[in-house]
């Protein structure tokens, strides 16, 4: 089985992680929720890992950093669902708080992968 370049990016494989948890932690939001912030969570959060996995099927840098600032904006959206599911009581506060942590760390490797891919824009070839 052939492995694309985008699964060996510790930052696609933790935005697959975080897509796992988001799943997993909004299963128990109340029913009325479904179409809500529920479906809204998961989507923000399936986006993440989509666009750094798309990014890199880009052929330029430009692209590709294009695609990375999608996936950031995606995390920051999925920050703000988080917060105002906590403001409902959705999730406890363990949950919430291991929701902000995964969510910061998303944003420091979508940073980090976005700075390596400006550089590249900006080096002479």
């Known amino acids: 089985m ?19 948890w988001t799943y997993r932690n909004t299963k128990n939001f109340p029913s009325e929720e479904k179409f809500g912030i529920t479906s809204q969570m998961r989507r923000a959060a399936v986006s993440i890992a989509s666009n750094i ?14 695609f990375s600032t999608v ?15 906590n403001d409902l009581n959705f999730l406890s ?3 919430y708080k291991e929701g902000r942590d995964l969510i910061e760390k998303q944003t420091f490797l979508i940073a980090n992968l976005r700075k390596s891919q400006d550089i590249k824009i900006k080096s002479p070839n």
């Open 53 to 66: 996995a798309e990014g890199t099927s880009r052929k330029t840098n430009k692209d590709q950093s294009h």
């Open 93 to 95: 506060e363990e949950q």
């Open 71 to 85: 996936a950031y904006s995606s995390t920051v959206e999925l920050l703000n669902d988080l917060i105002i599911s």
């Open 2 to 20: 052939r492995v694309y370049s985008f699964e060996k990016l510790e930052c696609w494989q933790h935005a697959r992680q975080l897509a796992v």
